[in-house]
């Protein structure tokens, strides 16, 4: 099965193709199909939430705070534990990597600004900063980092929206990621690209600006700012106004 998210619902499709399955009428920015047949959705401000792979109504394992991103569960071998991630909008440095139980809240802060980790068979956690990914020797049981981290790859691609650096790794080892093209993230700017290639960057400040829409009539531009308040704001770019 390959599991994604759709018109606002989790849904799951055979992977020999075929029509797809509502899992839950819920979705978010991110998810895990865990070896107990259990989908932990990552919804950003709505906690982290489960359900059943054979569908049903989600339940939530991980409460809420206001103001606090949740995101990027991982279950863990024992498929009883699992990592996640949660912190303020745009404030990456202060993000925490959490160790918990499903069954019961015994959270534990084990890594201090990533915004993405997972645990390796070999025993180490590998985690995001942004653009940089490290790894670190970690241990199940006390729940503790065992050594120094140390770098495996720079300048991965790195997307606002869900901070999310663009990388997977499976089950026997292997790294993938997406090398960063350019400037990415915090101190963008926005720009329109003509059909025949010509780019003019608008004038509006450098932000923190992700997931740009084009109104219908072309003269407006909706985007997101994940900054303190996470808001949506539009931009008029004949003005220079927001």
């Known amino acids: 099965w390959v599991g994604f ?6 849904k799951k499709m055979p992977l ?55 995101l990027k569960p991982r279950f863990l071998p024992d498929g009883k534990t699992f990592l996640y991630v949660r912190g303020k909008p745009g404030s990456f440095d202060e993000w925490e990597g959490v160790m918990r139980s499903f069954e019961k809240d015994d959270s ?4 201090r600004g990533p915004n993405q980790l997972m645990y390796t068979a070999t025993g180490h956690l590998v ?3 942004l653009s940089e990914l490290l790894a670190v020797p970690f241990d199940l049981v006390s729940r503790r980092a065992t050594g120094n981290p140390v770098r495996v790859a720079e300048n991965v691609d790195y997307t606002n929206a869900g ?13 993938v990621y997406l090398a960063a093209q350019g400037t990415r993230g915090l101190k963008t ?54």
């Open 189 to 242: 700017r926005l720009a329109a690209v003509d059909r025949a290639g010509k780019v003019t960057v608008l004038p509006l400040d450098v932000r923190d600006y992700s997931d740009p829409k084009i109104s219908p009539d072309g003269r407006l531009v909706a985007a997101h700012l994940p900054e303190a308040q996470n808001d949506v704001w539009v931009a008029d770019a004949a003005r220079g106004t927001m």
């Open 16 to 70: 020999a193709g075929g029509t797809p399955v509502m899992v839950c009428a819920k979705d978010g920015f991110d998810a895990n199909w865990g070896p107990n047949d259990t989908i932990l959705i990552g919804t950003a401000f709505s906690g982290i939430l489960a359900v059943s792979a054979q569908g049903g109504t989600p339940s939530v394992v991980v409460a809420p705070q206001p103001g606090i991103l949740y």
């Open 127 to 129: 985690y995001a900063r």
């Open 163 to 175: 901070g999310t650096s663009q990388f997977a790794l499976s089950d026997t080892g292997t790294l």
């Open 5 to 10: 998210f759709a018109g606002g619902q989790t």
């Open 108 to 111: 534990t802060v084990v890594l």
